[in-house]
């Protein structure tokens, strides 16, 4: 497996030149100084110690031992050296003990350790999301009791959702809540529990969907339990353990380092359980953080399209086969020297790189969101963030799949052989487009939920928005960015035009619009790719007029230019299919 | 893992109704009735026999055990009754045993191997291709020796070519022959030979690249090489074992029952070892039998798909979660009835009928160069399956990995877990792409060679008979007809613009052309398969005027509008990025 290297230079790039680091309000000084120190710091951290576990935790993989989930060897010393770096605690509320930078940092950093060891960094990232969610719906005393901790990292967080018959459909779910000398008891089963258990922690702090008694039927009477693996006392040490035990771990495609539990809840007398948030208001509540759980998933996507994009690129530097085409007769050159396996690092680059400015784009609207001083710009960043995120989650992580098996292909035989190490990033990719809502599930958010938002303007915004950035790099001097001015202009207006034909076409015939939410999905995510990639065009150009020399400016701008010119026409020919997909799909799949 | 039934009403369509299997001359009487029965015999022993093996096969995987090789439990056994059952012997020539049934029949069988068990049935196809080429170029000694042996069954065949330092580019290969005591020693090492050495067979033939001791540089000085694992004796029986031995097996990402050897030739004493062929002519005599082991690898790109599809279809009819979109307050449901589910079917459905149908119209083409009385049709026909078997290997292979990921995807976090058996078709099928030539391979033959045969007219033939068929399309009555016609036009016309372009831009600026080789194959594949699909709509439209009402043809016309509507949008609109391709990749992808 090739080593890891974050991207730093793309990161800064994406931070400060496609994103405004400087302008994000309330930032606990996450100046651009600080925040490429800290990324450099973390790119150290993720290639010397995160990254080299990354193969060997997929071969041996988590196992279970007398009803204990142990971890991978080096798992649990790499993760306390997180632990005590402060990484953890990066991200979360000062409060409690984090240092509250802005998303835009979090989703930075959260790359990197993406990147460098996705098993592991999963942990930390359910972790975060127990963390956010207690800040903003836990009582004082909850917050005290497990805040401190779980930011700093001694204890590590769990989201309980999925039971054997309630997955993307929740309304079905079965665990229940009873009373019992003053407090809940939990009784339930919940399947594909990520670090559900493990051996890396004192304390592990899971988050459970389940009913109360007196619950109605259906989704409006799910709600949030915390039931803590081990009591906590008044002085904040650990008592006994609660009635929770993993059952079994599951036998998956890859992410074999990370622990997907079978978690059973209240076998014996009943786990103690206490209430988060309101009764029955369960679903709302872990639905606060769907934004950032979701733009997380997409980094993912990001992060495994870049580590297996370093991959293939030192594989396909040091490879040599072949003459070259143009001269039959030569000598076999490095195979990145021939066109095909050109275009498809060029392929791979570019649409990582868009993927990672849309999620970084993304996280700067909910930073903006979040501490703006003018609420009208609080409440378009918000309306632009809930617009943009399942774009983030549903074609970040379709990107990264198809760039982790253009990975493979790069390496020729090679690649399927799992020595090489690009066979377990096609793995590990595989489930991206699945959980925290498949990304067909996106697709409807997208077609019920997001275009209609607010009467519809943040989507026609979003699109008037890109249009001016079409304009803009028409308008421009050269041959580049006209030609991504181009072809973004017309992906934006068949993107105008598929959203508002499937807005309206969703109240006269759901089905018919239903079937072509993932086509436009795919539109909007290559149309907000091309958008992101031809801002940064004009920024990498505007910075060669000022004088600059970096190549990597005029690396950006072939990049966009390729992205523009390979993906974008194929991207706006998909306003027909859209259309088009009721016609068949009913009529036909029966059979 | 759900069952699998061979797909035998639509095989039948493809042989009779898309290609004319009644008129392919010289079939050793393959009539449609014989065939019919043959199929259904087919199936039987695959849904049967190798089907029930092929998940378990992948638990256990080939083994290596005291240097000889151990395929999984129940693999030897079913093999033994596949020879016994007479399957090997359908397609291998009568003079030597064989049934010579034609090429159409065999890739409807070898489709149906393949998908109920491609680990076992890479064995059998890798004969087929040995006793073609000893067919074709073994001396008649060689032929009395190996060939009954080879056709039905008893003995099995390789392929050597691949070494550490040649894969693409074989014109490094170092494996070396020497003359000793009147015949040939080999020396040498070969890696990635499927099924190298195994417990199911008394003996392997292996075909063998290296070289002469006078033997030029490069591919001009390659001849190909005979080893027979243990000497066949004058009266046939075996005796000594060879000078090859099994040193590894590869650990892949999939196949995982088909043992993927490293062999050592000749490490004590030299392997004992014949010429087959001219001297230096190996490369050449391997490449007679390219097009029918390529147009293999395309079926089993086919035969992958259709098992993925049985898998998610078998699911989405039974996994209830979810109220429909236009009742969201009814129960749940079947998920096939959720839209986007159903899109997903349908598009599995759609690629994999249209990639059959093309293998089979490719294998018809074959036939018809090999066996028609008329010297015109047969070369027309030679020159239309050279130029479709790189679309077939490369664009039906994409379509395998692609199938077989949206098979994971229909069953969301289900397709993660490994027992559920959708995630071992994802990894199985990741081999096909690159093996045989990768597909980018593929399509840089379609750009030197294949676009150029004949001054170029094989190739507008097919845009114009693609265009004909469109025309009839359009002027059919109906709805659906036109429709797909419209389609079709569109993607024919930017077929034969690009394809006309690419030609000349060849020879002006060979980089630039061939990084637009592969987006070329891809818009060539969904044209043909737009192609094959409109036939096939055209012909279930008239049998349903003649009265017919079996509803699998009302269903072939929804799945071919769904693939041209769908599909050829996108595939017309790569014109663009064919011709773009050039642009960036030479400028940036060196960073």
Same mark, same amino acid.
């Given at each position: 497996?090739?080593?890891?290297?974050?991207?730093?230079?793309?990161?800064?790039?994406?931070?400060?030149?496609?994103?405004?680091?400087?302008?994000?309000?309330?930032?606990?000084?996450?100046?651009?100084?600080?925040?490429?120190?800290?990324?450099?710091?973390?790119?150290?951290?993720?290639?010397?110690?995160?990254?080299?576990?990354?193969?060997?935790?997929?071969?041996?993989?988590?196992?279970?031992?007398?009803?204990?989930?142990?971890?991978?060897?080096?798992?649990?010393?790499?993760?306390?050296?997180?632990?005590?770096?402060?990484?953890?605690?990066?991200?979360?509320?000062?409060?409690?003990?984090?240092?509250?930078?802005?998303?835009?940092?979090?989703?930075?950093?959260?790359?990197?350790?993406?990147?460098?060891?996705?098993?592991?960094?999963?942990?930390?990232?359910?972790?975060?999301?127990?963390?956010?969610?207690?800040?903003?719906?836990?009582?004082?005393?909850?917050?005290?009791?497990?805040?401190?901790?779980?930011?700093?990292?001694?204890?590590?967080?769990?989201?309980?959702?999925?039971?054997?018959?309630?997955?993307?459909?929740?309304?079905?779910?079965?665990?229940?809540?009873?009373?019992?000398?003053?407090?809940?008891?939990?009784?339930?089963?919940?399947?594909?529990?990520?670090?559900?258990?493990?051996?890396?922690?004192?304390?592990?702090?899971?988050?459970?969907?389940?009913?109360?008694?007196?619950?109605?039927?259906?989704?409006?009477?799910?709600?949030?339990?915390?039931?803590?693996?081990?009591?906590?006392?008044?002085?904040?040490?650990?008592?006994?353990?609660?009635?929770?035990?993993?059952?079994?771990?599951?036998?998956?495609?890859?992410?074999?380092?990370?622990?997907?539990?079978?978690?059973?809840?209240?076998?014996?007398?009943?786990?103690?359980?206490?209430?988060?948030?309101?009764?029955?208001?369960?679903?709302?509540?872990?639905?606060?953080?769907?934004?950032?759980?979701?733009?997380?998933?997409?980094?993912?996507?990001?992060?495994?399209?870049?580590?297996?994009?370093?991959?293939?690129?030192?594989?396909?530097?040091?490879?040599?086969?072949?003459?070259?085409?143009?001269?039959?007769?030569?000598?076999?050159?490095?195979?990145?020297?021939?066109?095909?396996?050109?275009?498809?690092?060029?392929?791979?680059?570019?649409?990582?790189?868009?993927?990672?400015?849309?999620?970084?784009?993304?996280?700067?609207?909910?930073?903006?969101?979040?501490?703006?001083?003018?609420?009208?710009?609080?409440?378009?960043?918000?309306?632009?963030?809930?617009?943009?995120?399942?774009?983030?989650?549903?074609?970040?992580?379709?990107?990264?799949?198809?760039?982790?098996?253009?990975?493979?292909?790069?390496?020729?035989?090679?690649?399927?052989?799992?020595?090489?190490?690009?066979?377990?990033?096609?793995?590990?990719?595989?489930?991206?487009?699945?959980?925290?809502?498949?990304?067909?599930?996106?697709?409807?958010?997208?077609?019920?939920?997001?275009?209609?938002?607010?009467?519809?303007?943040?989507?026609?915004?979003?699109?008037?928005?890109?249009?001016?950035?079409?304009?803009? #790099?028409?308008?421009?001097?050269?041959?580049?960015?006209?030609?991504?001015?181009? $072809? =973004?202009? %017309? /992906? *934006? @207006?068949?993107? +105008?035009?598929?959203?508002?034909?499937?807005?309206?076409?969703?109240?006269?015939?759901?089905?018919?619009?239903?079937?072509?939410?993932?086509?436009?999905?795919?539109?909007?995510?290559?149309?907000?790719?091309?958008?992101?990639?031809?801002?940064?065009?004009?920024?990498?150009?505007?910075?060669?007029?000022?004088?600059?020399?970096?190549?990597? #400016?005029?690396?950006?701008?072939?990049?966009?230019?390729?992205?523009?010119?390979? $993906? =974008?026409? %194929? /991207? *706006? @020919?998909?306003? +027909?299919?859209?259309?088009?997909?009721?016609?068949?799909?009913?009529?036909?799949?029966?059979?």
């Amino acid at each position: 497996m090739a080593e890891y290297r974050a991207p730093l230079a793309d990161l800064q790039f994406a931070l400060n030149d496609i994103a405004d680091l400087h302008a994000i309000p309330d930032s606990n000084g996450a100046t651009p100084e600080l925040v490429e120190q800290v990324l450099t710091e973390a790119g150290r951290f993720a290639s010397d110690v995160l990254a080299p576990l990354n193969q060997s935790g997929d071969l041996s993989g988590a196992r279970i031992e007398n009803g204990v989930v142990r971890v991978p060897d080096g798992f649990a010393d790499a993760y306390g050296r997180f632990v005590d770096g402060g990484w953890n605690a990066v991200c979360g509320p000062t409060a409690w003990g984090g240092q509250g930078l802005p998303w835009v940092v979090s989703t930075a950093l959260s790359e990197i350790w993406q990147s460098s060891n996705m098993s592991l960094a999963n942990c930390m990232m359910l972790t975060q999301g127990a963390v956010e969610l207690l800040a903003h719906h836990g009582t004082d005393a909850q917050k005290r009791a497990y805040l401190p901790k779980l930011i700093s990292g001694e204890w590590s967080g769990t989201m309980n959702l999925t039971e054997p018959h309630a997955g993307s459909d929740l309304g079905r779910l079965q665990t229940r809540a009873e009373r019992a000398n003053g407090a809940w008891k939990l009784r339930g089963q919940k399947i594909f529990i990520t670090f559900g258990d493990h051996d890396m922690c004192d304390n592990i702090v899971h988050l459970v969907l389940g009913r109360l008694p007196d619950a109605p039927a259906g989704v409006r009477g799910i709600s949030l339990f915390l039931v803590s693996k081990r009591d906590v006392l008044e002085d904040g040490s650990l008592g006994a353990h609660n009635d929770v035990r993993v059952n079994s771990l599951e036998h998956k495609l890859g992410q074999m380092g990370s622990p997907t539990c079978v978690l059973m809840y209240g076998d014996e007398h009943g786990a103690r359980a206490e209430l988060v948030g309101e009764p029955h208001g369960g679903l709302k509540t872990m639905f606060t953080m769907m934004n950032h759980a979701r733009l997380n998933v997409g980094i993912q996507g990001v992060a495994i399209a870049e580590r297996a994009f370093q991959q293939a690129l030192e594989y396909a530097r040091t490879r040599v086969q072949g003459s070259p085409i143009e001269e039959p007769r030569a000598d076999a050159v490095e195979i990145i020297r021939h066109p095909d396996v050109r275009r498809m690092i060029m392929d791979m680059k570019a649409k990582t790189e868009a993927a990672r400015a849309l999620a970084i784009v993304t996280a700067e609207a909910l930073d903006l969101a979040r501490a703006h001083p003018d609420p009208g710009v609080r409440e378009r960043s918000a309306l632009r963030a809930e617009l943009l995120v399942p774009v983030v989650k549903g074609w970040g992580t379709d990107r990264g799949v198809d760039v982790a098996s253009t990975a493979i292909q790069v390496h020729g035989g090679m690649g399927y052989i799992e020595e090489t190490g690009a066979a377990q990033h096609y793995r590990d990719a595989r489930i991206l487009p699945i959980y925290e809502g498949t990304n067909g599930i996106q697709a409807l958010d997208m077609l019920r939920r997001k275009l209609h938002l607010g009467d519809g303007e943040p989507f026609r915004e979003l699109v008037s928005d890109i249009q001016a950035v079409a304009t803009q #790099l028409a308008d421009s001097p050269g041959e580049d960015l006209p030609a991504i001015g181009r $072809h =973004l202009a %017309t /992906a *934006a @207006a068949a993107t +105008g035009e598929a959203g508002t034909w499937l807005t309206g076409k969703f109240w006269d015939d759901p089905r018919a619009a239903a079937a072509g939410a993932t086509p436009f999905l795919e539109l909007l995510g290559f149309t907000t790719g091309g958008w992101t990639m031809g801002r940064a065009a004009i920024r990498a150009a505007e910075r060669i007029r000022s004088g600059e020399t970096d190549p990597f #400016l005029g690396t950006k701008i072939q990049t966009a230019r390729y992205f523009a010119e390979m $993906h =974008l026409p %194929t /991207a *706006a @020919a998909l306003a +027909g299919p859209i259309r088009a997909a009721g016609n068949t799909v009913d009529a036909a799949a029966a059979a």
